[in-house]
Structures are given as structure tokens and as C-alpha cells.
């Protein structure tokens, strides 16, 4: 009772109240708002309507590639939006991706097997493969879904009249050309794609004025096809007489549409050898080897234009890999060509007949048997294969020659 109590420290008990409550208040208001250490703040999501807005802005624009890219980001965004694929698809074709679009085609089906346009487009894209058979079951697919369909049948005519091309058509396959093209253009008067396809129809049929008529009108709906530009031009090359300016120029608007392409350069170099301007006609030749050093065809334009420049060492180097095959400069690897009639046997015989001018005249003479044995049909090939040997055998090399040989075209 004796003990003495200890003093009250109301200073220490103040101190202790004040961390209690400051905890509480970290507790209750601070913490909630502070988020989880280590993990990502999370950021705006963007809709994918905004991806399909820019997609179609950048395909009116002929801004395919880029157009490419941003579906797929909208498809990423909304995977299972079958529109998207199908949007996909027909630009992969504009940008001449066609494998890639027919796999775009074909995904768009694994979401819905009825649509119709996707067995369309897959049809198109498998046509512009030269998958000639499995095209064709597409695209009659497509037409049992949806027999007005205006772009299927438009992809049918060009279809047709492919095959008739190619010798793969039955008889009146180039009447039902006609007649599909026609019915294209009256169900989708208003689609780049019929008018394309009656124009490539009635191009093909040698009605070229009328031909003329219909990609013009394609132009002024869809003006960033490439490829409609180079039909224009090819029809303008094939008129009597020939609109070459109108050609080139039309070449001209392709080549800027895809700088990568290199048959705008190849037609334009044709058109400059179809008027004697070898010259000119070599430097876009070469532009077209820039762009494809793999393909022996541009090799093949490049070394018949140094032919007609009288450069045959140039020829020989080039028209080698057009035949033979072999690397490029560059190391492009070329798989030569098959000897075929048409184009690639004036490769082989203006080959053959550079080797001779340029005193080769162990392979001039093997290029002049494997023409005798492969091209008998061909008078001017036969005439050119034998003037090979003659030219070996002590004849005069700059003798005339130019006569028998194919123009370039």
C-alpha cells in the first residue's frame, strides 16, 4: 500500500493513438487506391471497329499492304468476325498475295461455310494461282449459295476464260465466258470486279474498244488496282494501230500502285522494243531483273533486248539463266525454262544465236538440235536453229537474221 504508483505519460498514450489511426487511415484509403506492386498498369484497350475504320481507309487510299496489316489487327482484336477475313482476303488480292489470301478466304469459311463471297474469293485467289480445277469447285460453290451473286460470276467468267487460254476448255467455254460476264456486270454494275472481268473477256475475244471501255469504267470505281491498269494497257498495245503513250502511261500508274511488281517495267520495256527503242527498252528490262532477279522471264526480256542492241555477251549472260538457269549477280537462284513455243523459244533461239555470233559454237549447235528436236512447228525457230549452224560453220556472223526473227512483243 506503501508502493509508490508510477506518473501517467499522456504525451506517450497521445503518440500511440496517432500511429493507430494513421494505420487505420492507410488501411482504409490509401491501400485501395494504390495498385498491386509488379503488375503491368493496364492500358486502353482499342475497339476493333477503329482497326476496320483505318483498314478501309488505307485500301481506298491503294494503300494495300498497310490496309493488309491493319485487318489483321482488327482480327486479332475480334477473332471471330468472318467480315474481317473476307475484307482480308480480297486486299491480299489487290497486293497480289494470293496464297495468303486464300488462306484468309478459307479461315473466313471455318467461321461460317455458307458464305458465299468467301468461296468466291477463295475461287479468286486459286484462279490467279492458275489452281484452275479447285478454283472452278469454289466458285460454282459459291453460286449455289448465292446464284445473283455479281462478284462470283465475275470471278467465274475470268475463270472460263482462263481455262480456254490455257487449252483446259471444254467446247463453248469461251461463249459461257460471255455470257457469265455479262450477267456480272448486270447483277454488280457498281463493283470494280465485273467491270474487270467483262473487260478481261472481251479483251480476250479481240474486241478491244469495248474492252477499253470496261476497265476505264473499273479505273473509275476502284482506280489502285494494279492489275487493271496493265489489262488497260496491254489492250492499248493491242490495238491497230497500237496507242502506245496510252500504254506506257497505264503502265506507268501500275508500276506507282506496286513498285515491286515487275511486269509494269517488262511491259514497258516491250512497248519501247515494239518501236525499235532498244535502249530504253533494256533499262526498264533491268529495273524488271531488280525486282525478280528469280524469275528466268525477266532475264529473259533483258537478254532479247541486248540481242537487239548487238551486245551479245550481255545477251548470252542473260539469256543463259533465262534457259539454263543458274544464279543471278545478286545470288538469286533461276530455274531455267523448259523449252516451250510462244515466248520462251525466242529466249532459246536468240540465245542460240548469240552463242553463235559470239564464236560459242559448241552449245549454239546444241541450242540449234534441242530446237529442231522440240519446236519442228515453228518455221521461224527452224529457220533461226539452222542459221545457228550455218553462222558456226564459216558463215557470215553479222549476216542479216532479223527477218525470221519473232518481234518482241
Known sequence: MLRRRKPVH???????????????????????????????????????????????RLASE???LQSVEMYKEAIS?????????????????????????????ENA???????AIAHALRGWALLLQEEYLPAESSIKRALELDANNGMAHAFYAELLIRMSEAGLGAIGTVEKAIEESRLAVSLADD???AHRARGIVLQSTSNYEAAIQEYLRAIQLNPNVPDVHLFLGNTYRSLDPPELDKAVEQYTIANALNPSDPRPDTFIARTYANIGEFRKAAQY??????????DPFMWGTLGTMHYRLGEFGSAIEALRLAVRGGTAPNGAVVKGLPLDYGRILEYYYLYGLA?????????AVEISQIIIQGASADEIAMY????????????DPNAPTATPEAPAQ
Open 355 to 363: 552463242l553463235a555470233k559470239a564464236g560459242q559454237c559448241n552449245e
Open 77 to 105: 482484336a475480334a477473332p471471330d468476325n468472318v467480315n474481317n477475313f473476307i475484307s482480308l482476303a480480297r486486299v491480299q488480292i489487290f497486293s497480289q498475295q494470293f496464297k495468303e489470301a486464300q488462306t484468309s478466304a
Open 10 to 56: 499522456y504525451g506517450r498514450i497521445l503518440f500511440l493513438l496517432a500511429l493507430i489511426g494513421g494505420a487505420v487511415y492507410v488501411n482504409q484509403v490509401i491501400v485501395p487506391q494504390t495498385p498491386p506492386l509488379f503488375i503491368p498498369t493496364p492500358t486502353p484497350t482499342r475497339a476493333p471497329e477503329s482497326f476496320i475504320t483505318d483498314a478501309e
Open 384 to 395: 533461226n536453229a539452222q542459221a545457228m549452224v550455218t553462222i558456226c560453220q564459216g558463215g
Open 285 to 294: 528490262a533491268e529495273q524488271a531483273v531488280s525486282d525478280a532477279p528469280e
Open 191 to 193: 463493283t470494280m470486279e
Open 62 to 64: 491503294g494503300k494495300y
Open 109 to 115: 469459311l471455318l467461321l461460317n461455310n455458307n458464305n
